[in-house]
C-alpha cells in the first residue's frame, strides 16, 4: 500500500525481458513507448526530464525505459544502435521508432499513430 506522498513514476523502469511482455501485455490496446538508453550514457541523462514530461503530457500512452546493458538481446531485436532509441509499440507490436534527441522527434512519433498530448501541458 503505498504511503502519502509516494508517487508512481510516470515512466517505468523495465529490468529484464519478462518485464517487457508484462508491460506489453499490461498495456493492452494502449500505445507503449520503449526507451532504450543505458546508464553512462550523457544525451540519455540530460533527456530524462524531458520523457518525464512527455509522459504527462501523452498521458494515454505507456512510457517505459530500458537499460540496454541490461537488455542486449531486446536491444539487438529491436536494432538499436544509437542511444537513446525510442520504439512506438501497438497492441504489442511495434509500429515505429526514432533515435537521438532531436526536439519533435518522439511528438511526430506518436501523432503519426494517432496519438495527442492530452495530460498537463497538452494541447488536448
Not at 75 to 82: M, P, R
Not at 95 to 122: C, Q, W
Request: a neutral charge; aromatic letters at 8%.
Amino acid at each position: 500500500m503505498s504511503q502519502a506522498g509516494d508517487t508512481v513514476p510516470l515512466v517505468e523502469e523495465i529490468t529484464d525481458q519478462t518485464g517487457m511482455y508484462t508491460a506489453l501485455a499490461q498495456a493492452k490496446s494502449r500505445p507503449l513507448l520503449a526507451c532504450f538508453s543505458a546508464s553512462w550514457c550523457q544525451p540519455c541523462r540530460a533527456f530524462a526530464p524531458k520523457l518525464e514530461r512527455l509522459a504527462k503530457q501523452y498521458c494515454q500512452v505507456v512510457f517505459v525505459k530500458l537499460d540496454v546493458d541490461k537488455m542486449k538481446d531486446l536491444a539487438n531485436q529491436h536494432g538499436v544502435e544509437v542511444l537513446p532509441t525510442f520504439v512506438l509499440f501497438k497492441n504489442g507490436y511495434r509500429v515505429g521508432s526514432v533515435s537521438g534527441t532531436v526536439d519533435g522527434k518522439i511528438e511526430a512519433l506518436l501523432s503519426s499513430h494517432g496519438t495527442y498530448p492530452i495530460g498537463p501541458g497538452g494541447s488536448g
